[in-house]
């Protein structure tokens, strides 16, 4: 098809119609947007039900939007549809593979739900909370408040670890150490008080502290490693560091030294000493 078939295709009293229809579909994604974070702000509960329905109607709301702009701004008749058909088709698999494969990724996100608008997540070298499920990409934000655009095909092909998987809790790890000549069971007991006591604690779920022994810088030491949910996933650093500041306390409290390079005092042998064997004559 040439260009003056495809002039031949525009309807220019549809144009009009078609221009107000994107930007009614852009104005209508924005809306949608912000009337999902008004609405997680003054229903935190349900926060993540919220960005889930509004990143599937936003994903919707532009598919029909598209459609439409396309069926007002150019005359499409059977005939033309099949044509447009096999020509698209070679062209579009050319020059926009990786877009298409993204709305496709896309569309298996949200079928296959591997993680959802909310979910603390680790892709690659991030891991941050996903904001948004868009058309092409998903939208990321780390804990250090970065933004990262990952686009949709990337998760057809490459691992992501949910923290959470849709939850509002989420499981906190933490490790501490301490040298193998320490009072481990008081460290425990330590550990164990500073997660049931902290603010952050969510006493509804298991948890639990874990000891074993590790090398750590080619010495030998006490891992005590404490597994315990956070009432809240926005709330895991803060949890982190709670816990954190209570053991140590509790550490330099009770004596706790961290792993250190022990030397083994072993008793010398005993010389021997030589005797004297009285001879025969005398």
């Not at 050319?94 to 909310?118: H, N, R, T, Y």
């Not at 030998?220 to 949910?229: C, H, T």
Request: charge should be negative; proline fraction near 4%.
């Amino acid at each position: 098809m040439d260009a003056e078939q495809v002039i031949s295709l525009i309807r220019l009293s549809g144009l009009f119609t078609s221009a107000l229809v994107i930007t009614l579909t852009w104005l209508l994604g924005r809306g949608l947007s912000y009337g999902a974070d008004r609405l997680s702000d003054s229903f935190s509960s349900q926060r993540l039900v919220i960005g889930r329905l509004s990143a599937f109607f936003r994903f919707a709301v532009y598919v029909l939007g598209t459609l439409l702009a396309v069926s007002y701004a150019f005359s499409l008749s059977s005939e033309v549809l099949t044509l447009l058909g096999g020509t698209l088709a070679v062209t579009l698999g050319l020059s926009l593979k990786d877009q298409a494969s993204s709305v496709f990724a896309g569309i298996m996100i949200l079928i296959e739900k591997p993680f959802q608008v909310g979910d603390r997540v680790s892709f690659g070298d991030y891991y941050g909370e996903i904001r948004d499920i868009g058309l092409r990409s998903v939208r990321l934000v780390t804990l250090d408040d970065n933004e990262v655009t990952i686009p949709n095909s990337r998760f057809l092909t490459e691992a992501v670890s949910s923290g959470n998987s849709g939850a509002l809790t989420m499981l906190v790890q933490q490790d501490f150490f301490i040298g193998t000549d320490q009072d481990w069971a008081m460290a425990k007991r330590i550990i164990s008080e500073a997660l049931t006591t902290s603010p952050y604690f969510c006493p509804d779920l298991p948890w639990t502290v874990l000891i074993n022994q590790v090398p750590v810088a080619e010495m030998l030491a006490i891992r005590l490693r404490a597994k315990a949910y956070v009432i809240q996933l926005e709330l895991e650093k803060a949890f982190e560091s709670d816990v954190t500041e209570r053991v140590l306390d509790g550490f330099a409290g009770a004596g706790i030294g961290p792993p250190a390079l022990l030397t083994r005092n072993v008793a010398a042998r005993p010389e021997a000493t030589e005797t004297s064997v009285p001879s025969a004559a005398g």
